[in-house]
């Protein structure tokens, strides 16, 4: 199964485009798509929106994995991430209770969601 897109509504919208500017150009994504209320994310095609909240009461975390192409990219992904300000989950490390190479790193972003970026070879 492949996920055509993902969306999030985000509290303080220009925090979260400044964040995700930030933390998706290590992994070769950049904004690629803007509709006013949102702004897609992508490398050929929006992948990833990022919308004004503007539905449901209450906050419900999420967990976003953004695949890397390397571990280097985890990394940069991580030191862009800090760099901005994000809370530090956990720090780019093997996680080998998914498999024996899963490099992941995960941080808070302004909204307070679990962000991931995960590269699965060695």
């Known amino acids: 199964m492949t996920i055509d897109h993902v969306a999030i509504q985000a509290a303080d919208y220009d925090a979260s485009l400044a964040f995700y500017d930030t933390v998706l150009a290590p992994l070769g994504m950049a904004r690629i798509m803007d509709v006013g209320p949102a702004v897609g994310y ?22 976003l994995a ?37 490099f992941g790193a995960f941080v808070r972003d302004p909204d307070g969601n679990n962000v991931e970026a ?5």
């Open 66 to 102: 953004f695949r890397a192409p390397d571990r280097e990219a985890v990394q940069a992904f991580f030191d862009a991430a800090v760099a901005a300000g994000a809370e530090v989950l956990h720090e780019p490390r093997l996680w080998p209770e998914y498999h024996p190479t899963y």
């Open 42 to 63: 992508g490398t050929d095609f929006p992948q990833f929106w990022v919308g004004r909240h503007s539905t449901g009461d209450g906050f419900r975390e999420s967990h």
């Open 118 to 122: 995960v590269v699965h070879g060695p």
